[in-house]
């Protein structure tokens, strides 16, 4: 595609259900991120894909955050037993191995609103 | 650990004013920096990076190793400026180090 795809656009659950979370990175992009973006904390880093090296995982908040990559394009997060503080929009962002002129090319994000 | 700090939230100018977004940083190597910007309802993009030296949308940044700042700034602010900014810095490998971000409001 075009750009990075991202779905749902938006996700209400209740607390304690699992969701999951869709990027579809760009073609020939081989680098993934996963970064989650809420009011007064900026963008907190949470995973990262670097073609088929292991996963930098460090940002991941608990055990209940985990991330794949299958195949080294599409990439799903899942936050089991949600908490309300999970609130906040996932970004996804992809790039070429290195950081070129362009960057990261983010996607639009998944709002997810744990009630 | 690397850390970017930004530490104004909101930074609110007139149209045609001076506007400056501040960003300082602490790395022990050899930093690489950049600016993203989020306009309303948009996706977040790429502003410019320090090793490319441009000016984007009058915008320039200086990365000032002594002072460990990466300031952004334009002489004259316009409406269409309105936005999110977001100061990052490159650790190994492509993975980046965000700053809480600032609002910049220009106001008429």
């Known amino acids: 595609g075009a750009g990075v795809s991202q779905s749902p656009s938006n996700k209400v659950t209740e607390k304690g259900k699992d969701v999951e979370l869709r990027c579809d990175p760009i073609?020939?992009?081989?680098?993934l991120y996963w970064y989650r973006q809420s009011l007064g904390q900026g963008l907190e880093f949470l995973i990262y894909f670097q073609g088929n090296s292991a996963p930098d995982k460090s940002g991941l908040p608990s055990d209940r955050f985990s991330a794949e990559r299958t195949g080294g394009s599409v990439s799903t997060l899942t936050i089991q037993r949600t908490q309300q503080e999970d609130s906040a929009v996932y970004l996804c962002a992809s790039s070429l191995p290195w950081l070129g002129e362009d960057g990261y090319t983010f996607g639009s994000g998944t709002r997810l609103t744990v009630v | 650990a690397q850390r970017v700090t930004q530490p104004e939230k909101l930074l609110s100018v007139f149209k045609g004013a001076p506007v400056e977004l501040k960003c300082n940083y602490s790395y022990s190597g050899s930093p690489e920096l950049f600016w993203y910007v989020q306009y309303s309802r948009q996706r977040l993009q790429l502003l410019l990076r320090h090793i490319s030296r441009e000016s984007i949308k009058g915008f320039t940044a200086d990365l000032n190793k002594g002072e460990t700042s990466f300031h952004l700034k334009k002489p004259f602010a316009q409406e269409e400026d309105s936005a999110m900014y977001y100061c990052?810095?490159?650790?190994?490998?492509?993975?980046?180090?965000f700053g809480a971000g600032t609002i910049l409001r220009v106001k008429s």
């Open positions: 073609s020939g992009h081989t680098a």
């Open positions: 990052a810095l490159s650790e190994y490998g492509n993975k980046l180090v």
